[in-house]
């Protein structure tokens, strides 16, 4: 969506609380709509799903999968620039991947602006506090994506003039906001994040509203991006510390389509939002990369849960969504064990990092065949703790947040290959596709600078 957020947008958005009552709303001169004012309203508002998808491009650029060269044909042009990382820029103007972030933006903005009016905190503190942490999170959340995909890696030395995405903070749809930087748009979150973790609750009735816990998870995951790892441990303990119950493999019975347990029903889920799925990550088109699923052993049950053979492809159908056709892009606690060992091992705390990764281990493999990992160094415990955080995190979209962090470790950096019409297309650390293309109408409204190629 454009940094000018058109009216229509607007109201196609305020259209999510289609119940909203008239005697509640307020004008705003500046672009001619209605906002709500009850704290209902607002919460309706933020409870629209289309809007919380996290963003997919990731996920299609990653080294997870492949598609085979007799689907490629299928995918068409689209479809190939999602596949080879839009090298060639994008055939369509627009992407959900930018609009949707966008939309949840203008929701928050608008929310954060109606709470602030005088009186309306009053008509119910507790509520108040839930539905203003609820927007300081969604906007954190749509930040998170867009500069993950839309910006260049991040590089502490250069964060502060590498160029990010636009920064909205205001619902002023006649507010002109080019590309702040990377460092800038960081800050912002981690701000947003602060105040959401000091205003939800604990728990919550549905798992499509985030918490205390979800706040704390995606603090330690943005922190562990940009290889503040200190700051990764604080916040993935304070998560844990709230919430650190695990599926276990062992009760899941094989289902021949798909075997996991939906997501309201699984006890790791903290946070669930569906991810944009692009249309190179559907069954029909993509294969799991062979060497991702050779690297489970035989007794380990993700094995069996995770994958299916279709007609001799191998393909994945294990999403925490809890179907097999939506991916999963919210926060499980599995992710933060892996965050916290990860960080253990790397500040050389082999036992702590071991006894993490088997904690969640023991819950994926066979109880009867079980084997607790091992490592002699916390070098080689960090080499362990990766190799399971790939296995145990494929197809969430954070694959592709841990190739960008790798590419500035060569102990760790991956080169990732696509063939595609006889033509063999890299990724390699450092690489400017590390930065997808902005949509072309967003460029062209705006004006702000295209990431080159």
Not at 304 to 329: C, E, K, M, P, T
């Given at each position: 969506?454009?940094?000018?957020?058109?009216?229509?947008?607007?109201?196609?958005?305020?259209?999510?609380?289609?119940?909203?009552?008239?005697?509640?709303?307020?004008?705003?001169?500046?672009?001619?709509?209605?906002?709500?004012?009850?704290?209902?309203?607002?919460?309706?508002?933020?409870?629209?799903?289309?809007?919380?998808?996290?963003?997919?491009?990731?996920?299609?650029?990653?080294?997870?999968?492949?598609?085979?060269?007799?689907?490629?044909?299928?995918?068409?042009?689209?479809?190939?620039?999602?596949?080879?990382?839009?090298?060639?820029?994008?055939?369509?103007?627009?992407?959900?991947?930018?609009?949707?972030?966008?939309?949840?933006?203008?929701?928050?903005?608008?929310?954060?602006?109606?709470?602030?009016?005088?009186?309306?905190?009053?008509?119910?503190?507790?509520?108040?506090?839930?539905?203003?942490?609820?927007?300081?999170?969604?906007?954190?959340?749509?930040?998170?994506?867009?500069?993950?995909?839309?910006?260049?890696?991040?590089?502490?030395?250069?964060?502060?003039?590498?160029?990010?995405?636009?920064?909205?903070?205001?619902?002023?749809?006649?507010?002109?906001?080019?590309?702040?930087?990377?460092q800038t748009v960081y800050n912002q979150i981690i701000a947003d994040l602060g105040q959401s973790a000091g205003l939800l609750p604990a728990t919550a009735r549905y798992r499509t509203r985030p918490v205390r816990t979800a706040a704390y998870g995606l603090l330690s995951r943005v922190y562990l991006s940009i290889?503040?790892?200190?700051?990764?441990?604080?916040?993935?303990?304070?998560?844990?510390?709230?919430?650190?119950?695990?599926?276990?493999?062992?009760?899941?019975?094989?289902?021949?389509?798909?075997?996991?347990?939906?997501?309201?029903?699984?006890?790791?889920?903290?946070?669930?939002?569906?991810?944009?799925?692009?249309?190179?990550?559907?069954?029909?088109?993509?294969?799991?990369?062979?060497?991702?699923?050779?690297?489970?052993?035989?007794?380990?049950?993700?094995?069996?849960?995770?994958?299916?053979?279709?007609?001799?492809?191998?393909?994945?159908?294990?999403?925490?969504?809890?179907?097999?056709?939506?991916?999963?892009?919210?926060?499980?606690?599995?992710?933060?064990?892996?965050?916290?060992?990860?960080?253990?091992?790397?500040?050389?705390?082999?036992?702590?990092?071991?006894?993490?990764?088997?904690?969640?281990?023991?819950?994926?493999?066979?109880?009867?065949?079980?084997?607790?990992?091992?490592?002699?160094?916390?070098?080689?415990?960090?080499?362990?703790?990766?190799?399971?955080?790939?296995?145990?995190?494929?197809?969430?979209?954070?694959?592709?947040?841990?190739?960008?962090?790798?590419?500035?470790?060569?102990?760790?950096?991956?080169?990732?290959?696509?063939?595609?019409?006889?033509?063999?297309?890299?990724?390699?650390?450092?690489?400017?596709?590390?930065?997808?293309?902005?949509?072309?109408?967003?460029?062209?409204?705006?004006?702000?600078?295209?990431?080159?190629?």
């Open positions: 969506m454009n940094a000018r957020i058109p009216t229509m947008i607007v109201a196609m958005v305020l259209l999510a609380c289609t119940g909203c009552s008239k005697d509640w709303l307020d004008a705003k001169p500046e672009a001619s709509i209605a906002v709500p004012s009850d704290l209902e309203d607002f919460q309706a508002l933020l409870d629209n799903p289309n809007i919380h998808q996290y963003p997919g491009l990731g996920e299609a650029g990653s080294d997870n999968y492949y598609v085979d060269q007799s689907v490629i044909s299928s995918l068409g042009q689209y479809g190939l620039d999602f596949y080879l990382w839009s090298k060639n820029g994008w055939s369509y103007p627009t992407l959900y991947e930018w609009e949707f972030p966008y939309q949840g933006i203008l929701v928050s903005n608008l929310v954060l602006e109606g709470l602030a009016k005088k009186g309306v905190k009053e008509l119910n503190p507790g509520k108040w506090n839930e539905v203003a942490g609820n927007a300081y999170f969604f906007r954190a959340l749509a930040y998170a994506g867009l500069i993950e995909q839309f910006a260049n890696v991040y590089n502490a030395a250069t964060a502060d003039t590498d160029q990010g995405v636009p920064l909205r903070l205001s619902s002023n749809i006649n507010e002109q906001q080019g590309r702040v930087s990377i290889d503040q790892y200190d700051s990764a441990r604080k916040y993935s303990q304070l998560a844990l510390s709230l919430y650190d119950q695990l599926l276990d493999f062992n009760t899941l019975t094989y289902n021949d389509q798909f075997s996991l347990p939906q997501y309201y029903d699984n006890p790791e889920v903290i946070f669930y939002t569906p991810m944009l799925t692009a249309p190179t990550l559907y069954q029909y088109a993509a294969t799991v990369d062979s060497s991702l699923y050779k690297s489970y052993d035989a007794n380990d049950l993700r094995k069996l849960h995770f994958f299916r053979d279709n007609g001799g492809r191998i393909v994945w159908a294990g999403s925490y969504s809890g179907n097999v056709s939506q991916l999963f892009g919210g926060i499980a606690a599995s992710e933060l064990y892996l965050i916290l060992a990860e960080v253990y091992a790397r500040k050389g705390e082999t036992t702590p990092a071991l006894e993490l990764l088997n904690k969640l281990l023991v819950k994926r493999f066979s109880a009867a065949h079980f084997v607790p990992a091992t490592a002699a160094s916390a070098a080689e415990a960090l080499q362990v703790i990766l190799q399971e955080r790939r296995k145990e995190t494929a197809f969430r979209g954070l694959r592709w947040a841990d190739l960008r962090r790798f590419s500035k470790q060569p102990a760790s950096a991956v080169t990732v290959k696509r063939f595609a019409n006889n033509e063999t297309v890299v990724l390699a650390p450092g690489d400017k596709k590390y930065a997808w293309i902005i949509p072309p109408s967003e460029v062209l409204a705006s004006g702000i600078p295209q990431n080159p190629r």
